[in-house]
């Protein structure tokens, strides 16, 4: 059913005249008659009857009226829905606890007047193609890792140098160290379940381990960090990796320690990207946003892959 006709239909309900109908929608009379011809063509009924003063509702129409109200209505509401600045800008932060949802949190504590709608998605591939197809508005990622060119219509900006530092139980032979360098951590087992072959972060740990000698094992399944943490406590022989920026809570009992990396120290680049051609208009915000609140870093005495995108 068109809606141009179901709103000519009200109109000439409302005004009681043709005429008068298409003064206020602004087109021609027999436009006017032309459109309430088609929709009584398609509900198969006569919706008004003439009068001495105009054209009145019939039996039908008057049964149609509220309904018509009812359509338009409905459509005004689906419109709003979707109309910019209308619904919340959609962000993907890949996990509760990692340094997206820290900067995402800042963002709202700054900005609480943009409702946010913020996601979880796993791999790179799933965010881009909601980014293309609009599903979200933006994703934190490390980009552009090999073999993985960004499509010509997704953009990017380097948002954040997250440092990573080793956490160790209390029985870890470097667990008194106030710093350690990359040459101290070669020999020594860093244990990373989860890490997904293939993917942005799968691509930062294999180049790290390539340019410093480590030894990382992502054997086991990946319970969560619940259970990272109750393994890296009991085993004397394991650490891992941790992102400075990463939302860290464990048992006061545990005894972890979470020690800085340094000579030189290795930092995840975050990136923010979204769809060239996105009209949310808070997107050009959390950019703003994300850039005041990230100057441009000291990169020296740092790491990155080299495919990191430039900041």
């Given at each position: 059913?068109?809606?141009?006709?179901?709103?000519?239909?009200?109109?000439?309900?409302?005004?009681?005249q043709?005429?008068?109908a298409?003064?206020?929608?602004g087109?021609?009379?027999?436009?006017?008659?032309?459109?309430?011809a088609?929709l009584?063509?398609?509900l198969?009924?006569?919706?008004?009857t003439?009068?001495?003063?105009?054209?009145?509702?019939?039996?039908?129409?008057?049964?149609?009226?509220?309904?018509?109200r009812?359509?338009?209505r409905v459509?005004?509401?689906a419109?709003?829905?979707?109309?910019?600045?209308?619904?919340?800008?959609?962000v993907?932060?890949?996990?509760?606890?990692?340094?997206?949802?820290?900067?995402?949190?800042?963002?709202?504590?700054?900005?609480?007047?943009?409702?946010?709608?913020?996601?979880?998605l796993?791999d790179?591939?799933?965010?881009?193609?909601a980014?293309?197809?609009?599903?979200i508005d933006?994703?934190?990622?490390?980009?552009?890792?090999?073999?993985?060119?960004?499509?010509?219509?997704?953009?990017?900006?380097?948002?954040?140098?997250?440092?990573?530092?080793?956490?160790?139980?209390?029985?870890?032979?470097?667990a008194?160290?106030?710093s350690?360098t990359?040459?101290?951590l070669?020999g020594h087992?860093?244990?990373?379940?989860?890490?997904?072959?293939?993917?942005?972060?799968g691509?930062y740990?294999?180049?790290?381990?390539?340019?410093?000698?480590?030894?990382?094992?992502?054997?086991?399944?990946?319970?969560?960090?619940?259970?990272?943490?109750?393994?890296?406590?009991?085993?004397?022989?394991?650490?891992?990796?941790?992102?400075?920026?990463?939302r860290?809570?464990?048992p006061a009992?545990?005894?972890l320690?979470?020690?800085?990396?340094?000579?030189?120290?290795?930092v995840?680049?975050?990136?923010?990207l979204?769809?060239r051609?996105?009209?949310?208009p808070?997107?050009?915000t959390?950019?703003a946003h994300?850039t005041?609140a990230?100057?441009?870093?000291?990169?020296?005495?740092t790491w990155?892959?080299?495919?990191?995108?430039?900041?």
């Amino acid at each position: 059913m068109d809606l141009d006709t179901v709103r000519t239909f009200v109109a000439v309900a409302d005004a009681g005249q043709f005429q008068e109908a298409a003064a206020e929608l602004g087109i021609t009379q027999q436009a006017v008659s032309k459109r309430i011809a088609a929709l009584e063509r398609t509900l198969a009924v006569r919706l008004f009857t003439r009068t001495p003063r105009g054209s009145g509702l019939s039996i039908d129409g008057q049964a149609f009226l509220p309904h018509a109200r009812e359509l338009l209505r409905v459509a005004e509401r689906a419109a709003t829905s979707v109309r910019a600045g209308r619904r919340p800008l959609r962000v993907d932060v890949i996990a509760s606890r990692g340094a997206a949802t820290g900067l995402m949190r800042a963002f709202h504590r700054a900005r609480p007047e943009i409702d946010l709608d913020v996601v979880m998605l796993l791999d790179i591939e799933t965010a881009v193609a909601a980014i293309r197809s609009g599903t979200i508005d933006a994703s934190f990622r490390a980009v552009a890792a090999p073999g993985r060119p960004l499509p010509e219509d997704v953009e990017a900006v380097r948002v954040l140098d997250e440092p990573l530092h080793l956490l160790t139980g209390p029985g870890h032979a470097l667990a008194s160290a106030r710093s350690v360098t990359m040459e101290q951590l070669v020999g020594h087992r860093i244990w990373m379940p989860g890490i997904v072959p293939g993917s942005e972060w799968g691509a930062y740990y294999d180049d790290l381990v390539a340019a410093f000698g480590l030894t990382i094992e992502a054997t086991g399944p990946n319970f969560g960090s619940d259970a990272l943490f109750d393994t890296i406590a009991d085993t004397p022989a394991l650490a891992t990796f941790m992102g400075g920026r990463t939302r860290l809570v464990w048992p006061a009992g545990h005894g972890l320690r979470l020690i800085p990396v340094t000579d030189p120290t290795p930092v995840y680049p975050h990136a923010l990207l979204w769809h060239r051609d996105n009209p949310h208009p808070a997107l050009p915000t959390l950019r703003a946003h994300l850039t005041a609140a990230t100057p441009d870093q000291d990169t020296a005495g740092t790491w990155t892959p080299d495919w990191a995108l430039p900041r």
